[in-house]
């Protein structure tokens, strides 16, 4: 049963910081890509970053604040810096891709990140 947990999150100033992590267990391979995505209450869950081998992309709302980074054991970063009240939300993570052709599609619980004015 693979599972994947986010850690970090809180409460934090606009123009502050944060380092949301995303730990994976009961995998036996390395993930194609993952991702983060974000939900904030009445929206709908929306893409952040994804990082798929030496390749990131960002939404146009994070670009040049957001670092998306990964290690070797599935376990993915981001880094958010110049946080603004409007990144307020869950985080999630996600991971997906094919493994012996098979699809999988997995997501985390969420972590609440938010940003006070």
């Known amino acids: 049963q693979v599972q994947l947990v986010e850690s970090g999150g809180g409460l934090v100033q606009a123009g502050g910081s944060l380092r949301l992590s995303c730990a994976a267990s009961?995998?036996?391979?390395?993930?194609?890509?993952m991702d983060w995505y974000r939900q904030a209450p009445g929206n709908t869950r929306d893409f952040v970053a994804r990082?798929?081998?030496?390749?990131s992309n960002y939404a146009d709302s994070v670009k040049g604040r957001f670092t998306i980074s990964r290690d070797n054991q599935n376990t993915m970063y981001l880094q958010m810096n110049s946080l603004k009240p409007e990144d307020t939300a869950v985080y999630y993570c996600?991971?997906?891709?094919?493994?012996?052709?098979?699809?999988?599609?997995?997501w985390g619980q969420g972590t609440q990140v938010t940003v006070s004015s």
């Open positions: 990082i798929s081998g030496r390749r």
């Open positions: 009961g995998s036996r391979f390395s993930f194609d890509a």
């Open positions: 996600h991971a997906d891709g094919y493994y012996t052709g098979r699809p999988y599609d997995y």
